[in-house]
């Protein structure tokens, strides 16, 4: 629902004005808003009890520290740096101080591993289950172009951090949002195409072709697999990186040149892998599989 | 449990870095942000089903008015002017593309109505009721200070905006925010202490006094009562303004040859009425009623 949904916002954007100072708006990871010296960057992304988490099996530590690390992965999507963020509390009516204090220190937490200052918020108990919603802001340097998800551009490599899949087994919650190597990279190199895989490798790549105008070609045995999914038999692994969701890594398309000094660099810090290339947009999401053969890929992704 | 827990949160600030460009943090009616030309204001509101509207009951474009109004009331609390909003949508399973377009349809309205344009948000179905959350942004001009909750000073005089009392009947849904007017006084004037009476006009003037280290002293026959409370008895009426909530006008203190000036201003864009008097925090909050008696006046609003 919420792509057919994001299109009819954004063809409703134009009602409200100003929008001469927005650079970007509805549909990408991140608005970005002109600056005077520096751009400000801002997402917003809620987690609700059922569909994003379970407070029967999860701490409410983690559940806090998550919502704000989904946000920071939108930021970190924009080749920005965080700065301040807003904190909504829906507490269900049995919630006592002490759980709330629990949530906010988990949020606290990785707000201060990333120097993000909580500014603001709204919090209400209420008959329903909890929501914890964060606004996060952020900053971009004017010189930091690209990073778009319709950045990609023809021949581009597909390049992603870390690994895929099995994210369900607890790295959903425990992720580093890979605010470290967008900014390293935001300053050093030029991307085309940039999100994060929130949804699912699939169905995000799909969106950045799409939004993109163009194909991407994937190669399965280039995919990187989590350590969660080692065990399981390789087509499930493969599955399970393409499919599971919430990863919440980087997805970039590079120019060649681009990306073969970055795999020369040192200091770049984290894995990165090539993992396809950027096509003309007929071609669609396809991928090379292990027996040599090309395949339509049909993206899917975890429903909640 | 939310000013409790405000505090708290305000002591955890310090936690995260950097602050220094923050003017004002947690605690008033948004968040102000230092920047180069102009400051950015940001503030959050989340609105739910069966706290603060009812589905079976209000329209849905009503309901999405309110989303935007109740945060067009901070910034207008802060002397600051909206520009940008990302909006949060939790929508119950049985919501249709149609509800969810009529929602937003009354968001975008009194976005259009007030040159606010929607820059993204988040949009999820889930198994609980319907959630509308707002994240407003804003700004404001450096020569525009005070403002603030604890910017009431000695023997200033307290000014509100409108009218109180019955907001349920109606006008909680399709109150006009106080922007033009907060907009038209910060150009103009220096306006010490502010807010918006959101909780009640009792525990909103409470919270500026006890920000501000004051006491306030109103007069009860000049409290502006509206017009949905006209045929209730005279009791009742002072109660209702009193006590009801979500009247979101603007709750001022400004010295008194300054107020002189503003009440000889023909272009003031709406009735203002002095209401009391700040004084010292030993007194507390206190009202002279009708009977020429001074009594303590013991804060309470609507509970939700």
Redesign the interface.
């Known amino acids: 629902?919420?792509h057919?949904?994001?299109k009819?916002?954004r063809d409703?954007?134009s009602?409200?004005?100003?929008?001469e100072n927005?650079l970007i708006?509805?549909g990408d990871d991140?608005?970005v808003?002109r600056?005077?010296?520096m751009h400000?960057v801002?997402?917003?992304?809620?987690i609700?009890?059922?569909?994003h988490f379970d407070t029967s099996v999860h701490s409410l530590e983690l559940i806090g520290r998550k919502s704000l690390a989904v946000n920071l992965s939108d930021i970190a999507a924009m080749g920005a740096s965080p700065?301040?963020a807003?904190v909504?509390l829906?507490l269900p009516n049995h919630f006592s101080?002490t759980d709330?204090?629990r949530l906010?220190s988990g949020i606290?937490e990785i707000?201060?591993n990333y120097?993000?200052?909580?500014?603001?918020?709204?919090?209400?108990?209420?008959?329903?289950?909890l929501?914890v919603?964060v606004?996060l802001?952020g900053q971009r340097s004017p010189s930091t172009t690209g990073w778009n998800l319709n950045g990609a551009q023809l021949s581009d490599r597909v390049i992603v951090s870390g690994s895929f899949g099995g994210s369900i087994l607890g790295r959903h919650l425990s992720f580093e949002p890979r605010i470290d190597l967008s900014n390293y990279l935001a300053q050093r190199y030029q991307i085309h195409g940039a999100t994060d895989a929130s949804d699912s490798l699939s169905l995000d790549l799909q969106l950045l072709a799409q939004a993109s105008g163009v194909g991407i070609d994937l190669t399965a045995d280039n995919i990187p697999i989590s350590d969660a999914l080692k065990t399981a038999d390789p087509q499930a692994q493969l599955d399970g990186a393409l499919f599971d969701g919430e990863d919440f890594e980087l997805i970039l398309t590079i120019a060649p040149d681009v990306y073969e000094q970055i795999k020369a660099d040192p200091m770049i810090p984290c894995p990165l892998t090539d993992i396809g290339t950027v096509t003309e947009e007929q071609s669609g999401l396809r991928i090379f599989n292990s027996q040599g053969v090309f395949q339509t890929l049909s993206p899917r992704g975890y429903v909640?």
Chains 1, 2 share one sequence.
Do not use: R, Y
């Open positions: 629902m919420e057919d949904f994001h009819w916002l409703h954007e009602v409200s004005q100003p929008v927005l708006g509805i991140a608005a808003i600056g005077s010296e400000t801002v997402t917003t992304d809620t609700a009890e059922g569909t700065t301040h807003l909504t829906l101080i709330a204090k906010c606290f707000a201060s120097n993000v200052s909580i500014v603001g918020g709204d919090t209400n108990k209420w008959a329903g289950k929501v919603g606004t802001m909640h």
